[in-house]
């Protein structure tokens, strides 16, 4: 009987451990090169990391928001991959930093030519983006996550603040204060700023390789806090075991 329970103890603790290393904890994300300044240009990069061990990532789609349009993306090229940029026109045409514009790019498709993310790497994407709103704290990105084997993975469900993170998190880009540097460049200053963070993402790219290992600290961290304190409880239950055994003797 004794024995029975330290065996459940166990059972629990490598159940713990095979929970927390399921890819839940992982998910295309969004992240700045540097800052993201409110009005400003800003280089901005999605990861993506293969959640399957027996199918390739072969696209990625993500939706660029149309409350808060960019006129300018530019995508960075990537090895192993075609880019895709679509335009669409606003429903309403809206004053964006002074100026009307009627359209917007509205999704950026990567598409594999070769094997893609296979299982156990991941990928990066890069963008250059522009002017970012000055009237917004952060702008979502809804994207679309497709495996070798057709199947599709939706990453569109809006974090809400004070609340858990949902199952299928669309990446969210935080943005930062207008600087003086970048807040409400136009016409020349806007193209230099473009290219400047295009030259910046080349010199980037060079340095990566089109696929990376999965980067698994996050998951590793959750994973040995809650070994130890599961591994802990077992050797206190063990310790009351044997007490009981020793006083019944």
Not at 80 to 91: A, C, I, N, P, Q
Not at 95 to 113: M, N
Not at 126 to 151: C, R
Not at 159 to 171: D, L, R, V
């Amino acid at each position: 009987m004794k024995a029975s329970r330290i065996a459940a103890v166990g059972a629990v603790a490598a159940s713990a451990v095979v929970v927390l290393s399921s890819p839940a904890f992982a998910h295309v994300s969004v992240s700045p090169e540097g800052a993201a300044p409110k009005g400003g240009y800003a280089t901005v990069t999605f990861k993506v990391p293969n959640e399957r061990d027996d199918a390739s990532t072969t696209k990625l789609e993500v939706t660029l928001p149309t409350d808060h349009p960019l006129a300018s993306v530019q995508p960075e090229a990537v090895a192993g991959w075609k880019v895709e940029v679509t335009r669409s026109k606003l429903d309403k045409p809206v004053d964006l930093h002074g100026e009307k514009i009627d359209e917007a790019v509205s999704k950026v498709t990567w598409t594999a030519t070769g094997k893609g993310i296979e299982p156990g790497f991941f990928q990066k994407f890069p963008l250059s983006l522009g002017q970012l709103p000055e009237d917004s704290d952060e702008l979502v990105f809804k994207a679309l996550q497709t495996y070798s084997d057709k199947d599709v993975v939706r990453w569109i469900e809006v974090p809400e603040k004070g609340q858990e993170e949902p199952e299928s998190p669309a990446p969210v880009l935080a943005l930062s204060a207008a600087t003086e540097d970048h807040h409400g460049a136009s016409g020349a200053d806007a193209d230099q700023a473009s290219t400047s963070d295009t030259d910046d993402a080349e010199a980037a790219s060079a340095k990566t390789s089109a696929a990376e290992p999965a980067d698994s600290t996050d998951t590793t961290a959750r994973v040995l806090g809650v070994v130890g304190i599961v591994v802990g409880a077992a050797g206190v239950a063990y310790g009351v075991l044997a007490g009981r055994r020793r006083t019944s003797a």
